[in-house]
């Protein structure tokens, strides 16, 4: 502990909760893999595990343009409302104008599912990011790794990783580099490479907050969180808390969700108004909800069958404590360190 840590500056007795990370690969949270089911306009293979629907439409197939939109829309009806299907791809041989008309058959058919847009296809991708038709880039490894690379400069791609996933896929066997550039090209999802980092992995480094806190009463926590993956998380998830014990469990609401889009850490302090709960030890658990109020898998060991993740222990009773509704003013005025820096050695 260091003369100017937080610790040092401690004017009440925290419970400092800091969880082990899981490190070995697990599906869900930083290894995340899809694999590639190819149909034609007259097959429609099921996929088995997360895939990409990949759809190649050639001009023998246009040569009746009704019945090949008609015929697309008829594979499309197998996989728009698939759990397993990602999204499509589809590449479509001819002009401009027909392909761009079996890109609106298809957004159409596929919806909610989007185009993942190979990023050497610049056309497709300027259509699908202008008309919001874009579920995700697409960067395929080749014999020669440096003409995708050359892509994303092309399109100007390299920053649409903030705002959308990225899948990688290369053939087999994979390149010695393949996983360098999967995580240089920050890869959501990988297929056919092995060993490669894809997706988040969003861990909690450290929880703190009061050991005693008051029923009903206000309860100042510190978080900082870290996204140690190569890939953002493209959600909008919901931190959560909550109180198990007394034969009860009781959530909790915190009143700042940082989003978890970004790379390596986010530090911030919440205050919450805890419910009115009987006086006694409760054992705090944490989540990140997604859209659909499902916990991820974060890079922690104790997982509950519920997807919660244990953080210690906390004591609460009856004894009024105003003062931690404002215990950051308490402390220095940003939180974290004195107002004055510490001197530079030898002056």
């Known amino acids: 502990m260091g003369k100017y840590s937080l610790e040092s500056y401690e004017r009440y007795k925290m419970t400092k909760c800091r969880p082990e990370e899981?490190?070995?690969?697990?599906?869900?949270?930083?290894?995340?893999?899809?694999?590639?089911?190819?149909?034609?306009?007259?097959?429609?293979?099921?996929?088995?595990?997360?895939?990409?629907?990949?759809?190649?439409?050639?001009?023998?197939?246009?040569?009746?343009?009704?019945?090949?939109?008609?015929?697309?829309?008829?594979?499309?009806?197998?996989?728009?409302?698939?759990?397993?299907?990602?999204?499509?791809?589809?590449?479509?041989?001819g002009c401009s104008a027909m392909r761009r008309r079996l890109w609106e058959a298809a957004a159409e058919a596929f919806a909610p599912k989007r185009f993942f847009v190979p990023v050497t296809d610049g056309e497709q991708l300027d259509y699908a990011l202008r008309r919001g038709l874009i579920g995700g880039l697409l960067a395929e490894i080749g014999e020669n790794p440096y003409d995708t690379c050359e892509a994303f400069a092309e399109q100007n791609a390299q920053q649409l990783y903030k705002r959308m996933p990225v899948l990688v896929r290369c053939?087999?066997?994979?390149?010695?580099?393949?996983?360098?550039?999967?995580?240089?090209?920050?890869?959501?999802?990988?297929?056919?490479?092995?060993?490669?980092?894809?997706?988040?992995?969003?861990?909690?480094?450290?929880?703190?907050?009061?050991?005693?806190l008051s029923s009903g009463g206000f309860a100042p926590l510190q978080f900082w969180w870290t996204n140690r993956g190569p890939a953002y998380y493209h959600g909008r998830p919901q931190v959560c808390l909550r109180l198990v014990g007394n034969g009860c469990s009781i959530p909790v609401a915190l009143n700042d969700c940082p989003p978890f889009i970004h790379l390596a850490d986010r530090v911030y302090n919440d205050i919450i108004r805890l419910p009115e709960a009987p006086a006694g030890q409760y054992r705090v658990e944490y989540a990140i909800l997604d859209e659909d109020r499902r916990p991820l898998v974060l890079c922690h060991a104790g997982r509950t069958p519920d997807g919660w993740y244990p953080a210690g222990f906390m004591n609460l009773d009856d004894i009024p404590r105003p003062e931690y509704e404002h215990i950051w003013d308490d402390y220095a005025a940003d939180g974290y360190y004195p107002l004055e820096d510490p001197k530079v050695p030898g002056t």
Not at 194 to 201: E, F, I, Q, V
Request: with cysteine.
């Open 171 to 212: 053939g087999v066997p994979a390149p010695r580099n393949a996983a360098a550039y999967a995580q240089q090209w920050h890869a959501s999802y990988t297929e056919n490479i092995p060993d490669a980092l894809a997706g988040w992995r969003i861990a909690l480094r450290r929880l703190n907050y009061p050991r005693q």
């Open 22 to 93: 899981v490190l070995e690969p697990r599906e869900g949270a930083g290894y995340s893999r899809f694999t590639t089911v190819r149909a034609a306009l007259d097959q429609r293979p099921e996929p088995e595990s997360m895939a990409l629907i990949a759809v190649r439409i050639t001009r023998e197939d246009l040569d009746c343009a009704a019945e090949a939109e008609s015929r697309l829309r008829s594979l499309a009806s197998a996989y728009c409302a698939h759990p397993l299907v990602l999204g499509v791809v589809l590449s479509v041989e």
